[in-house]
Structures are given as C-alpha cells and as structure tokens.
C-alpha cells in the first residue's frame, strides 16, 4: 500500500474553483494509476476521476471522468512530485463531499473501489449557494 495525503479542500460557493492535491510516499509513483473518488453523507463512495500510470517512458496519462464533472473538472498528475491533482472549477452545491483520493497499480475497471490499494484519509469540499 501506498500513503496517499489530500490537501486543498475547504468551504467556496457555487461557481467557485478549487484544487485538491494528493502526495504519495512511493519511489514508484509513475507505476501507479490514480483515482478521485468522493463521498457525500449517507450516500455510496463515487468515482469522478482517474489517470493512468505514466510507468517507465513517463507517457502521459489517459483520463477518465464521471459524466457528472465532465469539461468542469480536470485531473493531472507530477511525478517529480509524487502528486496528482484534481481541478474543480465551476463548482456546484451538489459537488460538496468528502473527496478521496486513491492508488493502483493493478488492471480493473477504473470507476470501481476495489480496484484499488490505497487511500486517502479524505478531505471536505463543501460548496455553499
């Protein structure tokens, strides 16, 4: 398993940006394919976004979005950084939740959690109107 730390969430208002960082303490992050996941109060953990591994010739990462944040949201990765991050633009009160970020380095359907080892401890987006 890989440690994985979110930073950069907070309290924005409809409309707002905001971006979420994720550093991992791996010496083989670019294996890695990562993933953004989020969960609302008494609601399922949801996929809303996932970039492949970039691996040993460093190609750059094929993304994926749930239909719900896609063209508003965009995920990126720094593998000098052992960081991938998750833009959030033109926020929406429906987007408030605990935003997870996670790890794999194994195949598997990409918008699913057990795909994947390794979480986050998670952190609070909360968008007010």
């Known amino acids: 398993q890989v440690p994985l730390v979110e930073s950069g969430g907070g309290l924005v208002q409809t409309g707002d940006s905001l971006r979420l960082s994720c550093t991992a303490s791996t010496h083989a992050f670019t294996r890695y394919g990562l993933g953004w996941f989020r969960q609302a109060p008494g609601k399922e953990r949801d996929f809303v976004a996932f970039i492949s591994d970039t691996g040993i010739s460093h190609t750059p990462g094929r993304e994926f979005y749930a239909n719900s944040v896609k063209g508003r949201f965009t995920i990126s990765r720094d593998d000098a950084k052992n960081t991938v991050y998750l833009q959030m633009n033109r926020l929406k009160v429906e987007d408030t939740a605990v935003y997870y970020c996670?790890?794999?380095?194994?195949?598997?359907?990409?918008?699913?959690?057990?795909?994947?080892?390794?979480w986050g401890q998670g952190i609070q987006v909360t968008v007010s109107s």
């Open positions: 996670a790890a794999a380095d194994r195949l598997g359907d990409v918008s699913k959690t057990d795909k994947y080892d390794s």
